[in-house]
Structures are given as structure tokens and as C-alpha cells.
């Protein structure tokens, strides 16, 4: 069973970090783009950030280039979020997702292109 389990959430500080982990069961992430993505109350899920599924390209929603780092470990079927310099605004349940792609290289910000989802890791940025 393909699974994706998401942990490293948490209540910090605004101007603080979190590492989030995405971590694969039952298959192995070496060639699906991962997305992260994240949901605040009453808004539409949005992504933040995905690496490709070939030289670990990567691409950032504007709100967050500069701040958060996404990579991957392949060895260990792990991807990472680095989040820094945190802002209220950032508040949300945080999603990573998996695809195959359409083609090599691939990597995208748009719900749409997932079809694998994990549950969820709660980010709480307050002071």
C-alpha cells in the first residue's frame, strides 16, 4: 500500500524554523516529483513548493522563496521542508504528495497533478 507520512509540525514562534519530513512506505520516491502543499482555515489548499523527479529541480509559491528549502533523500525515501524565518500567514496544515509525472523532470505546485497524498502536519506560527 503506497503511503506518505508527514511529521516535524508544531507551534513556533514567528521568526523561528521547522523541518517537515515527508517519508514513503510501500513504494520508493526515487522517481515521483514531490509537492508540498498546505491548507489554512477557510482557504483553498495552495501549494508551496515541489522537487522533480530526475536532478532534484526545484520550484517555490512566491510567499515562501527565500524562507523555505525543499530536498530530498532518496537513500531514505524522504523528502524535507525547511521552513524559515516564519510568519503567522504560514498557519496551516501542511500536505506532501507524490506523482509520477508525466514526463521526466517534472514538477509542479498544482494540486491537480498528485495522486498520492499524506494525512497532514499541523503548523502553528504565534507568538
Known amino acids: 500500500q503506497l503511503q506518505l507520512v508527514e511529521s516535524g509540525g508544531g507551534l513556533v514562534q514567528p521568526g523561528g524554523s521547522l523541518r517537515l519530513s515527508c517519508a514513503a512506505s510501500?513504494?520508493?520516491?526515487?522517481?515521483?516529483?514531490i509537492g508540498w502543499f498546505r491548507q489554512a482555515p477557510g482557504k483553498e489548499r495552495e501549494g508551496v513548493s515541489c522537487v522533480d523527479n530526475f536532478r532534484g529541480s526545484t520550484n517555490y509559491a512566491d510567499s515562501v522563496k527565500g524562507r523555505f528549502t525543499i530536498s530530498r533523500d532518496n537513500a531514505k525515501d524522504t523528502v524535507y521542508l525547511q521552513m524559515n524565518s516564519l510568519k503567522p500567514e504560514d498557519t496551516a496544515v501542511y500536505y506532501c504528495?507524490?506523482?509520477?509525472?508525466?514526463?521526466?523532470?517534472?514538477?509542479?505546485?498544482?494540486?491537480?497533478?498528485?495522486?498520492?497524498w499524506g494525512q497532514g502536519t499541523q503548523v502553528t506560527v504565534s507568538s
Open positions: 510501500g513504494f520508493t520516491l526515487d522517481y515521483y516529483a
Open positions: 504528495a507524490a506523482t509520477a509525472g508525466p514526463r521526466i523532470g517534472f514538477c509542479s505546485v498544482y494540486t491537480t497533478n498528485y495522486n498520492y
